[in-house]
Nanobody, 127 residues
Framework: QVQLVESGGGSVQAGGSLRLSCAASGLTFSNYCMAWFRQTQGKEREGVAIALSTGSTSYADSVKGRFTISQDNAKNTLYLEMNSLKAEDTAMYYC?????????????????????WGQGTQVTVSS
């Protein structure tokens, strides 16, 4: 049974940093694409970053150069390092997983393509 548990959210001033964590169980990173999504009230869940089963990464244009996704295979934990935070980064952040073939080289994709989700962690950036 796959479980994803996020932590690390909080309130920060614009320009600050936060690191989100997603502790994963019941899966092996080498067989899954792992991603971070975010959602604000009334809007669809949008992809922020993805780490492919090969370890390659991809980012939404809105966070490129500011956010870094990484994974610790020994701890089975996914991270999202967020720097230079802006008010528009305020959202509920979710960790998500889906099975990925080793040859997959695509982008983040859409929320419906992911089978497993964490409960979310709130990030609030004040200007």
């Amino acid at each position: 049974q796959v479980q994803l548990v996020e932590s690390g959210g909080g309130s920060v001033q614009a320009g600050g940093s936060l690191r989100l964590s997603c502790a994963a169980s019941g899966l092996t990173f080498s067989n899954y694409c792992m991603a971070w999504f975010r959602q604000t009230q009334g809007k669809e869940r949008e992809g922020v970053a993805i780490a492919l089963s090969t370890g390659s990464t991809s980012y939404a244009d809105s966070v490129k150069g500011r956010f870094t996704i990484s994974q610790d295979n020994a701890k089975n934990t996914l991270y999202l390092e967020m720097n230079s935070l802006k008010a528009e980064d305020t959202a509920m952040y979710y960790c998500a997983a889906r099975r990925c073939a080793w040859w997959y080289r695509g982008g983040i994709g859409l929320a419906y393509e992911y089978n497993y989700w964490g409960q979310g962690t709130q990030v609030t950036v004040s200007s």
